[in-house]
């Protein structure tokens, strides 16, 4: 039975995190899911757009992540303990891990290209309501709420490379974990 875009998709988030985005392939991938290259062009067109395809996908499964988090949870009542328990279960999440290395490694990728600044621009709007909502920036004025929101992303961002380039998964959480305490005041 052919697969579906959306399974592919899946499977191709999957081969992504398993062998990063410098030796992704198309026909790699599509060894990997159980399909042919040419359904993955055909569904998704080239390998940039199918890595595009995966780190939108991943971006929009942690951005909704965020806000289930912070559905449940009142961030300014959360003391320090309760960051550090946040961030000790992001240490024993070796898929989220994986996923925080893929989007570092997209990012690089982005760094490299030849006009980086429409799709970081998208980057910083795709998150500007999950950050807004996780650091309690809903009352700010709206310069400083967009300057706080983008200093977020670009930290968030030096951070996934730094796991990228380190895989010091310890080092990584921790300095996140500062971070979120270090804006709550914890």
């Not at 000790?88 to 070796?94: N, Q």
């Not at 570092?104 to 909502?133: F, I």
């Not at 004025?141 to 706080?148: F, L, S, Y």
């Amino acid at each position: 039975m052919a697969l579906s875009r959306d399974e592919m998709l899946r499977g191709a988030i999957c081969y992504a995190a398993e062998v990063g985005l410098t030796d992704f392939s198309m026909r790699g991938c599509a060894a990997a899911i159980g399909t042919s290259h040419r359904m993955l062009g055909y569904h998704f067109g080239t390998k940039d757009e199918l890595i595009g395809a995966v780190v939108d996908a991943v971006s929009q499964r942690e951005g909704a992540g965020i806000d289930a988090f912070v559905a449940d949870t009142s961030i300014t009542d959360m003391t320090g303990e309760d960051i550090d328990a946040v961030f000790a279960g992001l240490l024993a999440d070796e898929e989220q891990l994986r996923m925080v290395g893929l989007l570092g490694e997209a990012t690089y990728r982005l760094g490299k290209s030849a006009d980086p600044t429409p799709t970081y621009e998208a980057l910083v709007q795709l998150w500007a309501p999950h950050v807004t909502a996780l650091l309690g920036l809903e009352d700010l004025p709206e310069e400083r709420r967009e300057a706080r929101v983008r200093l977020a992303v670009a930290v968030q961002v030096g951070l996934s490379m730094d796991y990228v380039g380190t895989r010091d998964a310890r080092a990584y959480v921790s300095a996140s974990r500062e971070w979120v305490r270090m804006n709550l005041g914890k």
